[in-house]
């Protein structure tokens, strides 16, 4: 895993840089010249005949009227001597001239790479599992075997990946973009990290739940009906289709007050346990597996929030099935009813692996970035 996060964010960094200063090949021709005007009056002043016999060596004569001119020639003519300094000049002009890329674009393009990346190496995996512990009440391991015993094998474990591409483009894409622009904001209002962190990762997961509610009803409803009759060709848009028809465009937001709690107490506790680790608790100073090692304790420490999290996967499914939803309060005393508090945290095991695995790549990521 570290191995990879390496390449993930070498590859970003060079692509994305965040800004002109991050590549060499963004120096000016001009700031070249002024470079090489510098260096070779000081190898003038290096040698004890020039110093006091050119009259060159008077640094006001570099910038005299007629001299610069002339200082230029001659440092063309220096170039055009040498290919390798002139590919050089070229290049860097080609990138002084080139546009910058736009920050929203930049952070657009990042966070769907990394939360598609997230989910292609883990995530929907470990979503399906969840779903699974929470909605039938099996344990991990059990609703594992289930999922992977059923015609497909192991591969059942990224079922529903087409319609989740989609959805983790669009959910990393909106969070990074609000989770950056409200921390810059923070910072420059004079808080401090921690409080940057926390109000973060509160606006990003409020962005999220506005795409993630109507994709989480579609999700759990996948994965609740699966291999049951009369479900057999379900797929993203029949599931959609039959929602709206029986609960109309609002059906789709089933769920949408707790799904807004959990991403924003998700992501504002992901955000500020990994900032409290990695820069109060100075785990940073270990480098790369220190900051991993921050996003885990961060993503660890927001699964406090998991019976909100049941209670949407179990509201989610029932309107799937076509049963009518309870109220969040009434979620609660009937899971407690029956199984006890212990209850409102169903799937806590591989949820809080999923956390570890989101948090490294949605929160890890761009802090090593700067972002």
């Given amino acids: 895993m570290v191995k990879y996060l ?35 009056y000081v190898s003038d002043l290096s040698s004890p005949s ?8 008077n640094i006001d004569e570099w910038y005299e009227d007629g001299c610069d001119e002339l200082l230029e020639a001659s440092t063309t003519t220096t170039i055009e001597n040498s290919r390798s300094i002139n590919n050089d000049v070229q290049l860097c002009s080609a990138a002084a001239a080139s546009a910058p890329v736009n920050p929203l674009i930049k952070n657009l393009a990042r966070g769907a790479f990394l939360r598609v990346a997230s989910d292609f190496t883990g995530g929907t995996a470990l979503e399906n599992i969840k779903c699974r512990v929470t909605a039938t009440g099996d344990n991990a391991f059990k609703s594992t075997s289930a999922i992977c015993d059923a015609p497909g094998g192991w591969l059942n474990l990224w079922s529903g990946t087409p ?51 109507p994709a989480g009803m579609v999700f759990t409803s996948l994965n609740v009906n699966k291999g049951k009759p009369g479900y057999e060709n379900d797929n993203a848009i029949t599931v959609s289709q039959r929602i709206i028809k029986e609960k ?10 707790p799904m807004a709690i959990r991403q924003a107490s998700n992501w504002a506790s992901r955000g500020l346990f990994t900032e409290l ?84 790549f949605m929160v890890v990521v761009p802090n090593l970035l700067g972002i």
Wanted: hydrophobic letters at 45%; glycine letters at 14%.
């Fill in 6 to 40: 390496k390449y993930t964010v070498a590859a970003l960094a060079l692509v994305l840089p965040d800004s002109a200063n991050a590549n060499p090949l963004a120096l000016s021709r001009n700031a070249m010249l002024s470079s090489i005007k510098r260096s070779r």
């Fill in 163 to 213: 319609s989740r591409t989609v959805e983790g483009a669009l959910l990393g894409a909106v969070f990074l973009v609000a989770s950056a622009a409200t921390k810059k904001q923070v910072i420059g209002m004079g808080a401090g990290k921690n409080l940057a962190a926390l109000a973060g990762g509160v606006v990003g997961g409020v962005a999220q739940a506005v795409i993630m509610t």
């Fill in 277 to 360: 680790c990695r820069t109060n608790l100075n785990l940073s100073r270990f480098g790369l597996i220190g900051e991993i090692g921050s996003g885990a304790i961060g993503g660890i420490g927001s699964c406090w929030n998991t019976p909100v999290e049941t209670v949407r996967v179990l509201m989610q499914r029932d309107v799937g099935m076509g049963i009518e939803p309870k109220t969040f309060n009434g979620y609660i005393t009937h899971e407690i009813e029956e199984g006890g508090v212990a209850a409102l945290f169903r799937g806590v095991t591989p949820r809080a692996v999923q956390a570890i695995w989101q948090t490294v």
């Fill in 50 to 57: 020039n110093a006091f016999s050119s009259p060159s060596t």
């Fill in 248 to 257: 109309g465009f609002g059906g789709m937001y089933v769920g949408g007050g």
